[in-house]
């Protein structure tokens, strides 16, 4: 089975249920939630569509931190080869011994860089045109009042405030240097202070950076067709949110110009997600948001209904993260069963740079054990060996068709030891270590009673540190 496949299925099975958890309950409750609340819980299932992309990150520093930097002397231009590198690369993303589930992580690397360098791209070219064009306003009142808008929102980074002929809505962009391009429109006092309100509503929430987040989450998961209607209520729910929290602010009559000034600035040239906007032209869109501004104070909700929208969420968290790594194991087990059945054999795929043989000596009897160890699921170890000394785990039964997984590195590319399995008649099947660390998984034939037996072949004490998975 592997491990990232697997987490790749269950993460966004488990994101697209929690939207559609989301979609479902804001649509029996419609107007009885705060609309903040929706937004938080949007923001919190795309955590779930990001979790391979971090995993992914973890992957690439382990490359570049462990294989690099523990690397010295001949060995570096080994590993700096092409078709060496990409072995590790793949050797920590895929465990499975079926080639083709490696042919789906390389085609899904593909998507995920075309999709969010494409974007990206765009994204910088919008900036570009923008920037271009923009004139710095120096009008003192402006500035001034800009600084009190604020000043009210808690914000103490110096906002910078520019003029530009490419758009027909003003937009906020910039994380660490927050900018406010406003239309090259005659806009009165009152229509400017709105603005500000809005935009630095958005800046407050951090809105910027999570439209940035999903625009990698829409690399990372390019294949699931939901992630577009999970992205449009994304987008539109952090303009809502900002609409009802602005509104809380405002009288009636500068509500009045709230909502006059989304419909004057209507008509955009484009919409562009990457942007805070303050306006578009969805003409069913601009009449929720106007109902939110115009009656957002006065809409009755109690307790109970948010109340019950959270406690769902929450109690849903669990339980769909629990049935979509179970569904993603099942149809990954089959995926690859199939596979075997179509080859009629037991192929096994040999990672690269390890060799499996049968060790015909019988193990030490003073080999030192691993406490509580060796259970079905992930163990993590951690010891130091004596040289020419060795450890050995408990047995555990794992049954045919099975694998044990071992991962476990030294503290140097120069340490040299070897990891066995042995059954219950004392057989065993070994592999040496390279560069310092063993990746491999033993596949089982035959249901026995199995321990897992780490010796140290160097001339030094040994310290390693790493996983063994047991039944995976």
């Known amino acids: 089975m592997n491990d990232f496949l697997i987490l790749l299925g269950a993460t966004t099975l488990s994101g697209s249920f929690l939207f559609g958890i989301i979609a479902l309950l804001n649509h029996v409750l419609f107007d009885c939630v705060p609309l903040k609340k929706v937004y938080f819980f949007l923001k919190l299932s795309m955590f779930y569509f990001l979790l391979p992309g971090l995993m992914l990150l973890t992957t690439v520093f382990r490359i570049y931190h462990y294989e690099i930097l523990n690397t010295n002397g001949p060995d570096i231009k080994h590993l700096f080869r092409i078709t060496r590198f990409n072995n590790i690369a793949l050797e920590r993303l895929s465990d499975t011994n079926v080639p083709f589930v490696r042919t789906i992580i390389v085609v899904w690397l593909i998507g995920v860089f075309i999709v969010v360098i494409v974007k990206n791209l765009h994204r910088g070219y919008a900036l570009y045109k923008l920037r271009k064009g923009c004139v710095p306003i120096e009008d003192k009142k402006i500035l001034q009042l800009v600084t009190e808008v604020a000043s009210q929102h808690g914000i103490k980074r110096r906002i910078f405030l520019y003029r530009s002929s490419y758009l027909v809505s003003p937009c906020l962009t910039g994380i660490t240097r927050p900018w406010i391009i406003m239309p090259d429109i005659e806009l009165s006092y009152e229509e400017m202070k709105v603005i500000f309100l809005h935009e630095l509503v958005h800046y407050k929430n951090y809105d910027i950076i999570f439209r940035f987040l999903m625009s990698i989450v829409q690399g990372i998961n390019w294949f699931n067709p939901l992630i577009a209607l999970y992205s449009d209520m994304f987008y539109s729910y952090g303009e809502l949110a900002c609409d009802e929290e602005v509104s809380e602010l405002l009288n009636r009559e500068n509500k009045s110009i709230y909502a006059h000034l989304l419909i004057k600035l209507s008509e955009q040239l484009e919409r562009d997600s990457y942007f805070t906007t303050f306006s578009n032209d969805s003409e069913q869109f601009l009449k929720r948001r106007i109902l939110i501004i115009m009656k957002g104070n006065s809409i009755r909700r109690t307790a109970l209904p948010s109340i019950l929208f959270s406690t769902v969420i ?142 140290n072949t160097g001339n030094s004490e040994l310290h390693v540190l790493g996983s063994i998975y047991v039944n995976y």
């Open 314 to 455: 929450l109690v849903c968290c669990p339980l769909v993260s629990w049935a979509s790594t179970w569904g993603a194991a099942q149809m990954c087990n089959e995926m690859i069963g199939e596979a075997r059945r179509r080859e009629g054999t037991e192929y096994e795929y040999v990672p690269y740079g390890f060799i499996e043989y049968e060790d015909m000596t019988e193990l030490q009897e003073d080999s030192g054990f691993l406490q509580n160890f060796l259970m079905r699921g992930a163990n993590s170890i951690e010891e130091t060996i004596p040289a020419k000394s060795s450890v050995l785990t408990n047995q555990c039964s794992v049954d045919s068709g099975k694998g044990i997984k071992v991962f476990i590195s030294g503290d140097r590319a120069t340490d040299t030891f070897k990891v066995s399995i042995s059954d219950s008649s004392g057989k065993r099947r070994s592999v040496n270590s390279k560069n310092g660390s063993v990746d491999y998984t033993f596949k089982i034939s035959s249901f026995d009673t199995y321990a897992v037996y780490i010796e």
